[in-house]
């Protein structure tokens, strides 16, 4: 059983930047396939980017690419967020998410990921 915590969320000005973290325990993160995702009030769940196991950057969000970086240490069980020039459109609960690697899943919605953080508030003012 592996189970997520993210940190790092918070308050912060339009064009400034958050480094989320999302530390795994219970079980090591290698063999999964990492995501995040958000979701804003009243709006879906949105996959905003993925990484395999070996840090191949599967898949970004449209809207963020040139701006957010996601990547994973998995000596230290952790997934990063970079996150610059923030929008206020940013704005939104930020999951981190694990799929098995071998499984059947989707980097745009959640679907198929397995476990899931709590997630943390990212607020960008204008």
């Known amino acids: 059983q592996v189970q997520l915590v993210e940190s790092g969320g918070g308050l912060v000005q339009a064009g400034g930047s958050l480094r989320l973290s999302c530390t795994g325990s219970?079980?090591?993160?290698?063999?999964?396939?990492l995501g995040w995702f958000r979701q804003a009030p009243g709006k879906q769940r949105e996959g905003v980017s993925c990484?395999?196991?070996?840090?191949?950057?599967?898949w970004n969000l449209a809207s963020v690419k040139g701006r957010f970086t996601i990547s994973r240490d998995n000596a230290k069980n952790t997934l990063y967020l970079q996150m610059n020039s923030l929008k206020p459109e940013d704005t939104a609960m930020y999951y981190c998410?694990?799929?098995?690697?071998?499984?059947?899943?989707?980097?745009?919605?959640?679907?198929?990921?397995?476990?899931w953080g709590q997630g943390t508030q990212v607020t960008v003012s204008s």
């Open positions: 219970g079980s090591t993160l290698d063999d999964y396939t």
């Open positions: 990484i395999t196991r070996t840090s191949f950057r599967l």
């Open positions: 998410a694990a799929a098995s690697s071998g499984g059947d899943y989707s980097c745009s919605g959640g679907v198929g990921f397995d476990y």
